[in-house]
């Protein structure tokens, strides 16, 4: 449900919202404006509207629990579903969604609330995967997707349609670089990703077909004999018995 914008009143009641959807909280530490720090317990937030887009306030900023409306600041997509501030006050992860699409966007925190101004530092578009914000960590914003984060295209800005996911792994934004990162062991080597899809008895045979797919166009950099021997053992479908059985055969050539 969004609000309307009507609703988006600058005096507002935190712990009446709270539980609304639409509404986005987010507690601030260590952020300044300016010369001043903001007071302890502020909070972010931000209110989903249907006519004016999304509306920003800082509750609680003063002695006196005053709150302050930033505005209507709009981000890549019509609608805000998550937002996540840095533990040093530097930055704002921020998750907008159109048509079921997500886009993250890390924006300077300090000019936001300042000046008002959405600055984009860095953009990860898994189009047409998903992705959430994890947390932040050693400077860092961990999140997770199930497309292979870390084979971004940097021409589209967007991942290859073959290097989607059956399911989400976690991988680490560097703000300054916009180095990705693989996190966890299906994000550091797809080829166990793929590997684990193969070996259960529970996946389809549509679902291992593709994996298999996946698996052989990473390049033969990435695959070794053990891991298609493995697959190989426990395989019962003569068309990927043979597709294994001609990529053993690559490998074992380009090793003479």
Not at 60 to 68: A, C, Q
Request: overall charge negative.
């Amino acid at each position: 449900m969004l609000l309307s914008a009507s609703s988006s009143s600058a005096q507002i009641n935190q712990e009446l919202l709270v539980n609304i959807r639409g509404i986005l909280f987010e507690p601030l530490q260590n952020v300044s404006r300016g010369n001043q720090r903001l007071a302890e317990g502020a909070t972010l937030c931000v209110i989903n509207t249907q006519n004016e887009g999304p509306q920003w306030f800082l509750l609680n900023t003063d002695s006196i629990g005053v709150n302050e409306q930033l505005g209507s600041i709009s981000a890549s997509l019509a609608l805000i579903t998550s937002i996540k501030a840095s533990p040093d006050g530097q930055y704002l992860a921020v998750v907008s969604v159109g048509e079921g699409h997500p886009i993250l966007e890390v924006v300077n925190l300090p000019q936001l609330l300042q000046i008002k101004s959405y600055q984009v530092l860095q953009t990860i578009d898994p189009y047409p995967g998903s992705l959430e914000i994890q947390e932040w960590k050693d400077g860092q914003l961990y999140v997770k997707s199930d497309v292979l984060l870390t084979e971004m295209d940097k021409k589209s800005g967007r991942v290859p349609s073959e290097y989607d996911l059956s399911w989400q792994e976690t991988f680490a934004l560097n703000v300054i670089s916009g180095k990705i990162t693989g996190i966890s062991e299906g994000a550091k080597n797809p080829v166990e990703h793929y590997t684990q899809i193969l070996l259960n008895q529970q996946t389809s045979e549509l679902e291992k077909d593709v994996a298999l797919a996946k698996l052989l166009s990473l390049g033969q950099g990435e695959l070794t004999l053990s891991t298609l021997i493995k697959l190989l053992e426990q395989e019962q479908n003569p068309k990927r018995i043979n597709k294994l059985l001609d990529q053993i055969s690559i490998l074992r050539n380009a090793t003479k």
